[in-house]
């Protein structure tokens, strides 16, 4: 039973073309992110309880600050401002504790199964972005649906509904793919849930969810400017509404959004197998 | 001509700092054999394993698993492996055949194979009655098939399972030895089985390695162990006579609460 004491010549890599493997990535993707709808259609409660928290903004919270004048720059009415904010904080909310599920099936032991298949890292992380946009994207029903009956002037035309969606799988993928990054650095639910609470307390204070800009502090500002949830908030306004206008500019909100996704993903990419060791 | 083996390694180290949890392991598991890994918790079975599975880098020597480099060729190594771990890696909140169209997917079977693939092996580990129900409701036994089903969808050359009888009674173990005999009879898939129970390796197993504090310490069949030992010897006295300590002596409080939650092992 004693191999030979010289070196094992390994077997060649066969060769893929680009298309080949570009077809396996998109089908590796999509069965990460199915199984999720699947999941969640087994068990919708889950969505469900997870609406409460943006309707109570919008009632409680906006149904009182509606009564501020001057808090919305340019005469627009509070609940019109805050709608886009609201849905972008949900889309924040839910994708930042997504790090828990990831370090949940690391103690199950599915994500073994997830790290021993043939899908590259990046396809899985990726697929689990996706897979948290669906969430998120269930949530903006609720939103919009609640704003509508506030009696905000919703835009339901095509393009600003599409350039939604894309907006919060945008959010929603990297909230949810920075979360994991925290998973992988913290490794127990319990350090986890300290953090979360951490971090998503100055990542929606610091941007422009709930008030102005102008109205900050220069220094709130300035990191407000280097906040993504600024630039999905931004986008929101400009798509959400009927009188929607972007301070940035809507294709300086996606760049931003982007760009920081695609060094999140690099990043977890590289981190996430190492969760198993 | 032989068929090529489908796991070689030489000197495969793994250390976690000061110490070492697999010391210069070298073995050979040919095709379709069914190869046991046994030893108490902690001698490096899974350590072992993961290196084999691409899942833990090792710290020297070579492995190759189905013909490619596990540290160099990982990618290669995961399209034509198996592995049922011993922690739960069937999705509750999936279906039966969900987990398997999941499986098939990530495994990139074709898209008009998938369906076949996956009935026959529904079939193969008798759970065609039960696929269209959440793996939540299902028995351990039964989650131990659909996941030995999951890690043969796309006809590996070789299934880690690491300890897969695990938690489960008599009965259930029986019927897993079946099944993974089933596999090698119909797909000529080898398995490497890591255990504890040395009824189970001497029952399945055509060649067993004994594992202890972290070195391969022999290797044979079951009948040659026993025969090196005495007439009447079982692999419990095999393990005992090579260690001078009896298998049962190991694992303490952790060990068990470990193998009673099926919480990770060390690894």
């Known amino acids: ?62 149904g009182v600050m509606t009564r501020v004048r001057g808090l919305a720059p340019g005469g627009t009415p509070y609940l019109e401002f805050l709608a886009p904010g609201i849905l972008a904080q949900s889309v924040l909310f839910v994708a930042i504790f997504y790090g828990i599920s990831a370090i949940w099936e690391r103690d199950l032991g599915v994500l073994h199964r997830y790290l021993v298949s043939p899908a590259p890292r990046v396809a899985l992380v990726i697929g689990k972005a996706l897979s948290s946009s669906i969430r998120g994207l269930s949530q903006a029903v609720v939103i919009y ?26 959010g929603s993928g990297l909230f949810s793919t920075f979360s994991l990054i925290i998973a992988c650095i913290v490794k127990t639910r319990e350090r986890f849930m300290g953090i979360g609470q951490v971090l998503t ?77 | 001509m032989t068929p090529e083996p489908v ?27 069914i190869f046991g890994l046994i030893g108490p918790n902690g001698a490096g079975k899974t350590t072992l394993i993961k290196m084999l599975t691409t899942l833990l880098p090792p710290s020297s020597g070579q492995a190759l698993v189905a013909g490619f480099d596990v540290a160099r060729q990982p990618a290669e190594v995961r399209r034509r492996i198996g592995y049922v771990p011993q922690l739960l890696s069937a999705d509750g909140e999936l279906t039966g055949y969900e987990n398997l169209l999941l499986s098939a997917r990530l495994y990139l079977i074709p898209r008009r194979e998938r369906h076949d693939r996956i009935m026959s092996a529904l079939t193969l580990m008798g759970l065609m009655e039960v696929r269209d129900r959440v793996v939540r409701s299902y028995s351990g036994g039964m989650i131990r098939r659909l996941e030995i089903a999951q890690s043969t969808l796309h006809r590996p050359a070789i299934i880690f399972m690491d300890e897969p009888t695990v938690g489960l009674d ?45 070195r391969v310490e022999t290797v044979g069949t079951p009948t040659e162990l026993k025969a090196s030992v005495g007439p009447t010897a079982s692999l419990d006295d095999v393990f005992e006579a090579l260690t001078g300590t009896a298998i049962e002596a190991h694992g303490g409080y952790r060990d068990t609460q470990q193998t009673r939650l099926g919480a990770r092992e060390h690894s």
Not at chain 1, 38 to 50: A, G, N, T, V
Not at chain 1, 261 to 275: K, L, T
Not at chain 2, 185 to 214: F, N, P, W
């Open chain 1, 201 to 277: 307390m100055p990542i929606f204070f610091a941007s422009n969810a709930i008030y102005p800009i102008d109205l900050m502090p220069g220094w709130l500002q300035r990191i407000s400017s280097l906040n993504p949830l600024t630039y999905e908030v931004d986008g929101l306004r400009a798509v959400m509404l009927q009188s929607g206008q972007s301070a940035f500019g809507l294709l300086h909100d996606v760049a931003a959004l982007l760009a920081a996704s695609a060094i999140v993903i690099v990043i977890a990419a590289r981190m996430y197998p190492r969760m198993t060791e």
């Open chain 1, 1 to 62: 039973m004693t191999p030979n004491k010289h070196a094992l010549a390994p077997a060649s890599i066969p060769r893929r073309s680009v298309l080949t493997a570009s077809a396996d990535f998109g089908t590796q993707v999509l069965a990460v992110a199915d199984a999720e709808v699947r999941k969640l259609r087994h068990d919708p409660w889950e969505l469900l309880s997870r609406a409460v928290q943006p309707i109570l903004w919008l009632v409680l919270f906006g």
């Open chain 2, 170 to 214: 008599p009965s259930g173990r029986r019927t897993v030895w079946e099944h993974v005999r089933a596999l090698r009879r119909e797909l000529g898939t080898a398995v490497v089985i890591t255990t504890h129970y040395m009824d189970e390796a001497d029952e399945l197993c055509d060649h067993v390695a004994v594992l202890h504090a972290g």
């Open chain 2, 7 to 33: 796991v070689q390694t030489i000197d495969l180290t793994r250390r976690f700092g000061e110490f070492t949890a697999v010391a210069r392991a070298s073995l050979t598991v040919a095709a379709a054999e």
């Open chain 1, 145 to 170: 649906l609640c704003a509508e009956a506030m009696g905000v002037r919703l835009s339901f035309e095509p393009t600003s509904l599409l350039m939604a969606v894309l907006l919060i799988i945008l």
